[in-house]
């Protein structure tokens, strides 16, 4: 292709992927499919792969790919980025108006402008002839750091404006806003982080300020961060006649404004929007703690000016506070659906933002040590949203030293099997495969099509297998019978023996499938291969020791620790055995059949193969010693390029990693 046509081409791709961008992340209507969408990417990835010159900086391709940071700059705002001034009733909001007025020289009411009051992290956006050149913290409102390549990876940042004919793009435009995450997604960052042993945040908002704050901008790119716009510092090539036209224009060029904004012909119709937006605060999505009300004629604005610290034309209206004291009553430990174990506060009843609490997350040891909260203490207690209350404070003050210090328990208080903390985890976890808390989890990943692949044991028949006390481990899936499977709900004839067909099939299966079904931690399908390459059976692999799986290339030290914890419990030695009288009996894999000459090698597949569905290539590796991952990097050995290789072929020929053709692969194999 010439390089005029490469880049009418680029130019095209990249204006249709703005705007469907813009459609998705910013009005939450796409006119595309993401595979629609996947593919007009990948397009522009082939095209700047192969022309790297025509590469800009607002090119969607360009979200992520700067390098870490060792640490971050420092930016001077053109304009302070001022703090509003509080009120914290109706009486005091009344009395902000009668100030406006009485320095206006008014009598009529004033028109505000109403808004939402994010709990996030302000942050400045500059754009120079409608492309954003730099991003940056509020700071002490005077300079902030450069967050420019961590704010470049929100899909709700534009990195070009969008032109409209009306509309004119401003020579330079800064533009203030909210950084934040919602609540959904909070909870699923900390229930993953909780799951991967690292430490959980506090809130949303301090989840958006770490997210924002890495050194790292992969990091912050996988964070579910998005923005609300809703003002400007700096304004060069546009004027405007009030605020309200000002977020209008934000809008049309790009930028995502809070769909609750609105505009209020004087103080009651404030205070009336104060309180419908109170009412309606725990139905939102995400976290706000209060009202932003601003003038909105800009003159009056200007006329009215501001003081050192705060505009003198707009306030704060802030909700009751979502805090509280009382006492803890004593600590236990609540077990989830993986197995881990969370200590809890249970609280003398209190209300906070008028809901009764009861009780508090305390997360996890670490987090329970380093607050020090003990069975008596008088704490103060958050809510936030539909997130558990957390106490966020110990009043040591109040000690009179009958208090208790609790300790984890080394058992499940539930199922009575061993709990184990892996080394450079912070959740303890029952091992116990039977554990009631984790049952129908463990029963539908040990029947998942790459597990034991019983087909038709979904969720809804697992809840009715365990709730009617038919299963009370995964061994007894195969001492169900048929009348029992018909008696449960949406269960008739046929598909009762096709379940029973699927769950008599499953006793032939082989061994890497077999210990990737127990749901051993930190075994995934990988570690059951190369267990399966030194040991023929379970029986083997629960006489290993310790320092034995170690020595094994790729088993490291909280892999093996797993490992022995998982087989030394009784009861999980109990459920064993009642697998293998069901029939269970998983062949062994046929080491001397294929040799090893992948062993150490780690591939990447990207592209769609000819000869290979994806599972059966990440197979043949496997099974020759090798392993297969998701992404390429510097340790991958090769990648595998089939018909439409994406970006993963870019990245391998970027950091010099050899690159195999099909052919080639089968080569590699037979080899």
């Known amino acids: 292709m010439e390089r005029q046509e490469a880049e009418r081409q680029i130019e095209q791709l990249r204006q249709q992927l703005q705007y469907h961008n813009y459609r998705y992340h910013v009005l939450d209507d796409p006119q595309i499919t993401d595979a629609e969408y996947d593919q007009m990417m990948r397009r522009l990835q082939d095209l700047e792969a192969a022309f790297p010159e025509l590469i800009t900086p607002d090119s969607p391709t360009q979200r992520v790919g700067a390098a870490p940071l060792e640490v971050f700059g420092t930016v001077l705002h053109s304009l302070p980025m001022l703090s509003l001034d509080n009120a914290f009733s109706a009486a005091e909001v009344r009395d902000f108006d009668a100030r406006i007025r009485r320095q206006l020289g008014r009598s009529d009411p004033i028109e505000y402008v109403a808004e939402p009051k994010i709990d996030g992290l302000a942050v400045e956006l500059v754009y120079v002839d409608g492309l954003f050149v730099q991003g940056a913290t509020r700071g002490d409102g005077v300079r902030g750091e450069d967050i420019t390549q961590n704010l470049r990876t929100i899909k709700t940042v534009p990195l070009r404006l969008m032109t409209v004919a009306h509309d004119p793009l401003p020579q330079r435009l800064e533009v203030r806003g909210e950084v934040y995450m919602t609540k959904l997604d909070f909870q699923r960052l900390n229930a993953r982080r909780e799951e991967e042993g690292e430490p959980t945040f506090a809130n949303p908002r301090n989840a958006s300020a770490g997210s924002l704050r890495q050194l790292d901008p992969r990091i912050t790119a996988g964070r579910p961060l998005a923005v609300f716009c809703h003002g400007v510092g700096r304004l060069e090539g546009a004027m405007f006649r009030t605020y309200w036209d000002l977020l209008q224009s934000l809008a049309r060029w790009g930028f995502r404004i809070n769909p609750h904004s609105a505009t209020c012909q004087g103080i009651e119709a ?168 984790k049952l129908k989890e463990s029963i539908v990943h040990f029947a998942s099509k790459r597990a034991m692949d019983i087909d038709g044991l979904g969720d809804k028949t697992v809840d009715q297998l365990v709730e009617r006390g038919l299963v009370k481990d995964i061994g007894d899936l195969y001492f169900v019978a048929k009348e029992d499977v018909l008696k449960l709900d949406r269960l008739a004839d046929k598909s009762a023996s096709n379940l029973m067909a699927a769950i008599e099939r499953s006793k032939q299966t082989t061994f890497p499938r077999f210990l990737y ?107 020759r010693g090798g392993r297969v991952t998701a992404s390429v990097s510097r340790s991958t050995s090769y990648v595998v390029a089939g018909a439409e290789a994406g970006s993963k072929l870019d990245q391998a020929r970027k950091l010099g990693v050899t690159v195999l053709t099909e052919d080639e692969f089968q080569a590699l194999l037979s080899s």
């Open 270 to 437: 404030a205070l009336a929007y104060y309180e419908r937006l109170r009412e309606e605060r725990e139905t939102l999505p995400y976290e706000i703690d209060g009202v932003v009300l601003k003038v909105n004629m800009l003159g009056l604005q200007d006329a009215l000016g501001t003081r050192s610290r705060s505009p003198r034309w707009a306030l704060a209206y802030k909700f009751e506070p979502k805090q509280a004291i009382t006492r803890v009553k004593k600590i236990s430990v609540q077990v989830g659906r993986t197995g881990a174990l969370t200590p809890v506060a249970l609280l003398e009843p209190v209300q906070v933002a008028g809901v009764e609490v009861s009780r508090a997350s305390l997360h996890n040891p670490d987090e329970l040590a380093r607050k020090d909260v003990r069975a008596g203490d008088w704490v103060m207690v958050q809510r936030a949203g539909d997130v558990i209350p957390e106490i966020i404070e110990v009043l040591k003050e109040r000690r009179t030293g009958e208090e208790q210090l609790f300790a984890m328990p080394t058992c499940c208080p539930i199922c009575g099997s061993a709990v184990v903390r892996l080394e450079d985890e912070v959740v303890p976890r029952c091992v116990g495969l039977s554990c009631p808390a």
């Open 517 to 623: 079904a127990l749901g051993i931690r930190h075994v995934g399908e990988h570690v059951a291969a190369v267990l399966a390459r030194q040991y023929a059976d379970w029986q083997a692999l629960q006489r290993a020791g310790y320092e034995e799986l170690q020595g094994i290339h790729e088993i490291g030290p909280r892999i093996a620790q797993s490992i022995v914890a998982f087989f030394q419990d009784t009861g999980n030695q109990g459920v064993l055995e009642k697998l293998h009288r069901g029939g269970v009996h998983p062949a062994p894999l046929q080491r001397s059949a294929v040799d090893q000459s992948l062993r150490g090698k780690t591939l990447v597949f990207t592209g769609e193969l000819q000869a290979y569905t994806r599972a059966e290539a990440k197979r043949l590796v496997e099974v």
